[in-house]
C-alpha cells in the first residue's frame, strides 16, 4: 500500500500541482454516507480549510488495506481522466453509482493487481456469497426488492473474478432465471468494446442507461474538473 501512497502523492503534484492528502475516516462521520450500508469510499472533503481525499471506511473496513488501497485506485483512475455519468434529474442517485463503480471496477483490479493486491483471494469470497444467496434464496428475496441492483452486483463479481470462479457462479446463476438474463446483458454491453480505454468505457456506461431504459438527464461527469475546482475554488 505504501507504493500506492507513493504514487498518489506524485500523480497529484503532476496532474493536481496541489499535494492532496489522505485522511483515513469513519463513514459514520459524513452526513449523506451515514445511512449507506457496507460500503466504503473516498471523496474529497474541506477539513481545517484544506481539500483533502477522505476515505470513508465502514467499521469493519477500518484500517483495511485492501479497501484502503482499492478506494485510492477508484481515485487514481479518476486523477488519470476517467470519466463518469451523472443523473441531473437525481442528485442521490443511486443507480449512477452502482453503474459508474461497475465500469471502474475492471480498471480498479488491474490496477490494483499491478500494485500486488490480492484480488483473486477477495473475488473468491465473493463468488461464494454470491452462491450462497442464490443457493438459499434468503436475501435474494431482499435483493428483488431492486433486480437491477442484484444483476449489477453478479455481473461485476463474474466479469472480475478468476474463469474457474466465475464459471461456477455461471452455472449456479441458471437457476434464476430472471436474473441470469439481465446479467448477461450487463455482461455483453461490458464486453462491447475495450472497457480499458477510457472513452470507450465512458460510452459503456451509457449502453447500460439505454438498454435498461433508466429515466433521468443523464450526463458526463468531468470528477478531475470537478477536483481542481474543488482545490482552486477554497
Ligand atoms: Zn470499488
Not at 503532476?14 to 473516498?42: C, K, M, W
Not at 434464496?137 to 442484484?150: E, N, P
Request: charged residues 30%; positive net charge; proline residues 2%.
Amino acid at each position: 500500500m505504501l507504493k500506492i501512497i507513493a504514487d498518489w502523492h506524485i500523480l497529484c503534484d503532476e496532474i493536481l500541482n496541489y499535494d492532496l492528502e489522505i485522511l483515513l475516516t469513519e463513514r459514520r462521520f459524513h452526513p449523506r454516507l451515514s445511512n449507506n450500508v457496507g460500503q466504503s469510499v473516498a471523496l474529497p472533503n474541506i477539513v481545517n480549510e484544506k481539500v483533502v481525499m477522505c476515505v470513508y471506511l465502514d467499521e469493519d473496513a477500518w484500517l483495511d488495506n485492501y479497501i484502503i488501497s482499492h478506494e485510492l485506485c477508484h481515485q487514481r483512475l479518476k486523477l488519470k481522466g476517467l470519466k463518469t455519468i451523472r443523473n441531473l434529474s437525481d442528485p442521490q442517485c443511486f443507480i449512477e453509482n452502482m453503474i459508474n463503480t461497475l465500469f471502474d471496477h475492471p480498471l480498479v483490479y488491474k490496477l490494483h493487481k499491478e500494485y500486488g493486491g490480492d484480488v483473486n483471494q477477495m473475488k473468491k469470497k465473493q463468488v461464494k456469497s454470491i452462491m450462497n444467496i442464490i443457493v438459499k434464496d434468503i436475501h435474494m428475496k431482499k435483493y428483488r426488492g431492486d433486480i437491477f441492483f442484484a444483476s449489477i452486483h453478479v455481473a461485476d463479481t463474474i466479469f472480475n473474478s478468476p474463469i474457474n470462479y466465475s464459471r461456477r457462479l455461471k452455472e449456479i446463476l441458471k437457476r434464476d432465471e430472471d436474473l441470469e438474463k439481465k446479467v448477461n446483458i450487463i455482461l455483453s454491453i461490458m464486453k462491447k468494446s475495450d472497457i480499458y480505454n477510457y472513452d470507450s468505457n465512458l460510452t459503456l456506461r451509457f449502453n447500460i442507461i439505454k438498454e435498461f431504459n433508466i429515466k433521468g438527464e443523464w450526463i458526463i461527469h468531468d470528477d478531475l474538473k470537478k477536483l481542481k475546482n474543488i482545490i482552486y475554488s477554497n
